[in-house]
């Protein structure tokens, strides 16, 4: 009894500096490698792997479609995992060397037939897709176990996503500069060298990860069977409402991203800008430093509310600049702030849901509920954020490197402005839903501890 108070006391203090260091490390890893897949693979697989529109776009469905549902499975694993160091920290170093090593055969580029080369990509990206959910779901799961404070998950998610916001930085600002520098004129060497590297990085992150990681609430954590985790989500509305506004968030994010150098390319006859645009979503960090202050004023559901229609009305603006790169760049800043703030704020109201669940049916389901708020979330929205603008100009009669017709142009200015504004804007309006919920989270948080208490 002692024991569990004495932990619980200790739960509620800050978290060290160089732990959160740590666990900033995790997302920057995560976004070195998956940034570069969401914001290059449909252009490496067209202009570079030789793949027609369609069929990259038909890999991005269908794979993203397939492994994402894989998160409830990583979910029942996290949930039925008990080691000496917890239930999520050691998939950080599990899965350190899969996540780098499929990534690395992503970008391999063997020569092969058309037929072969379909497959190598739909299998590589399959496997890809599947070892990031690997290392995805522990990020977001070990969370509720890292403190039970909720102003010191708060510090923590946001410490986290400016670690994945450098990630973010490095990956979409200096890829294309990578490539050239290491395969100079050899596009296929290029990408491959640059694969290897980011790989290498996103492998010591993990591990450093995992040994200055430490999870709390041990003495409560247990195995849990797959129909316990499935009955932590039993009438858990706002960790549904939670999922669906972040599979909006992905739609919204990824079809902005995904375009974002075919319309630099295209539209503006300035493929370089493309680099810059990425590197100004750094601005996120604007809106990710507010929240905490934002979140002391009003309600986290007002926030992400906020965050989305920011992000919708700043890629709005993206289709009134015209070729103003000045413009275009305003517009893109005023976007990424949104996103900064609609990004991270999904991350740290999940842990909120996983104490509904275990106040509402008695069973804290940290892993099933996190991975499909997380990893299914972005897998579902990713793979529908790039599948949607590759059809969009497949139908426009896009064609790899060739001068564009007047109807592709107008599809490619499209999918980068209009598109995602509207997913963020529908994003805004369930996340209003939520609400009702939120009031009711110092009263669980009461009668949790009161609950534990007694347990104890």
Same mark, same amino acid.
């Given at each position: 009894?002692?024991?569990?108070?004495?932990?619980?006391?200790?739960?509620?203090?800050?978290?060290?500096?160089?732990?959160?260091?740590?666990?900033?490390?995790?997302?920057?890893?995560?976004?070195?490698?998956?940034?570069?897949?969401?914001?290059?693979?449909?252009?490496?697989?067209?202009?570079?792997?030789?793949?027609? &529109?369609?069929?990259?776009?038909?890999?991005?469905?269908?794979?993203?479609?397939?492994?994402?549902?894989?998160?409830?499975? @990583?979910?029942?694993?996290?949930?039925?995992?008990?080691?000496?160091?917890?239930?999520?920290?050691?998939?950080?170093?599990? *899965?350190?060397?899969?996540?780098?090593?499929?990534?690395?055969?992503?970008?391999?580029?063997?020569?092969?037939?058309?037929?072969?080369?379909?497959?190598?990509?739909?299998?590589?990206?399959?496997?890809?897709?599947?070892?990031?959910? %690997?290392?995805?779901?522990?990020?977001?799961?070990?969370?509720?176990?890292?403190?039970?404070?909720?102003?010191?998950?708060?510090?923590?998610?946001?410490?986290?996503?400016?670690?994945?916001?450098? %990630?973010?930085?490095?990956?979409?600002?200096?890829?294309?500069?990578? $490539?050239?520098?290491?395969?100079?004129?050899?596009?296929?060497?290029?990408?491959?060298?640059?694969?290897?590297?980011?790989?290498?990085?996103?492998?010591?992150?993990?591990?450093?990860?995992?040994?200055?990681?430490?999870?709390?609430?041990?003495?409560?954590?247990?195995?849990?069977?797959? *129909?316990?985790?499935?009955?932590?989500?039993?009438?858990?509305?706002? @960790? &549904?409402?939670?999922? =669906?506004?972040?599979?909006?968030?992905?739609?919204?994010?990824?079809?902005?991203? !995904? &375009? #974002?150098?075919?319309?630099?390319?295209?539209?503006?006859?300035?493929? %370089?800008?493309? !680099?810059?645009?990425?590197?100004?979503? *750094?601005?996120?960090? $604007? %809106?990710?430093?507010?929240?905490?202050?934002? =979140?002391?004023?009003?309600?986290?559901?007002?926030?992400?509310?906020?965050?989305?229609? /920011?992000?919708?009305?700043?890629?709005?603006?993206?289709?009134?600049?015209? !070729?103003? #790169?000045?413009?275009?760049?305003?517009?893109?800043?005023?976007?990424? $702030?949104?996103?900064?703030?609609?990004?991270?704020?999904?991350?740290?109201?999940?842990?909120?849901?996983?104490?509904?669940?275990?106040?509402?049916?008695?069973?804290?389901?940290?892993?099933?509920?996190?991975?499909?708020?997380? !990893?299914?979330?972005?897998?579902?929205?990713?793979? /529908?954020?790039?599948?949607?603008?590759?059809?969009?100009?497949?139908?426009?009669?896009?064609?790899?490197?060739?001068?564009?017709?007047?109807?592709?142009?107008?599809?490619?200015?499209?999918?980068?402005?209009?598109?995602?504004?509207?997913?963020?804007?529908?994003?805004?309006?369930?996340?209003?839903?939520?609400?009702?919920?939120?009031?009711?989270?110092?009263?669980?948080?009461?009668?949790?501890?009161?609950?534990?208490?007694? =347990?104890?």
């Amino acid at each position: 009894m002692r024991s569990q108070i004495g932990e619980a006391i200790k739960s509620d203090k800050a978290v060290p500096f160089h732990r959160m260091l740590a666990y900033a490390s995790t997302d920057t890893a995560g976004n070195l490698l998956y940034t570069t897949v969401t914001t290059f693979i449909l252009y490496y697989y067209t202009d570079v792997f030789g793949l027609t &529109v369609a069929a990259a776009g038909t890999i991005l469905l269908a794979a993203r479609i397939l492994d994402a549902f894989d998160a409830p499975v @990583w979910g029942f694993i996290i949930d039925h995992t008990h080691t000496k160091w917890g239930q999520s920290r050691p998939y950080f170093l599990w *899965m350190a060397f899969p996540f780098a090593i499929f990534f690395i055969l992503m970008f391999w580029s063997p020569d092969l037939s058309t037929t072969a080369k379909f497959w190598w990509a739909m299998i590589t990206y399959l496997l890809f897709g599947i070892s990031y959910t %690997g290392v995805g779901t522990p990020i977001s799961s070990i969370l509720p176990n890292l403190t039970n404070n909720s102003e010191e998950r708060i510090k923590l998610n946001s410490t986290r996503m400016i670690g994945g916001n450098i %990630g973010y930085f490095i990956t979409a600002s200096f890829t294309l500069t990578f $490539v050239a520098f290491l395969g100079g004129s050899n596009a296929t060497a290029g990408w491959r060298n640059t694969a290897i590297i980011l790989a290498i990085i996103g492998f010591a992150l993990l591990l450093f990860a995992f040994f200055d990681s430490r999870e709390i609430n041990t003495s409560s954590q247990k195995s849990l069977s797959i *129909m316990e985790s499935i009955r932590g989500a039993k009438h858990n509305w706002p @960790w &549904v409402i939670l999922v =669906v506004v972040f599979i909006f968030y992905w739609l919204g994010n990824t079809s902005r991203t !995904s &375009v #974002l150098i075919y319309y630099t390319q295209y539209n503006l006859g300035n493929k %370089g800008f493309a !680099s810059i645009l990425n590197g100004l979503v *750094m601005v996120q960090m $604007v %809106g990710m430093l507010l929240i905490p202050f934002l =979140v002391k004023k009003i309600k986290k559901t007002y926030v992400l509310i906020f965050g989305m229609c /920011l992000a919708a009305f700043g890629q709005l603006m993206i289709a009134f600049v015209g !070729s103003s #790169l000045t413009g275009l760049a305003i517009a893109w800043c005023i976007a990424s $702030v949104g996103t900064g703030i609609s990004v991270s704020m999904p991350f740290a109201m999940l842990s909120d849901t996983v104490d509904y669940g275990e106040w509402k049916n008695h069973i804290r389901a940290s892993g099933f509920l996190t991975a499909i708020g997380s !990893s299914f979330a972005i897998k579902i929205g990713s793979g /529908l954020g790039g599948w949607a603008p590759s059809m969009i100009l497949n139908h426009a009669g896009y064609k790899a490197g060739n001068t564009q017709t007047a109807s592709s142009l107008a599809a490619i200015r499209f999918c980068v402005s209009y598109l995602p504004a509207i997913f963020f804007i529908v994003g805004a309006a369930i996340m209003a839903l939520y609400l009702r919920y939120e009031k009711q989270e110092s009263q669980i948080k009461a009668d949790l501890q009161e609950r534990h208490g007694e =347990v104890a």
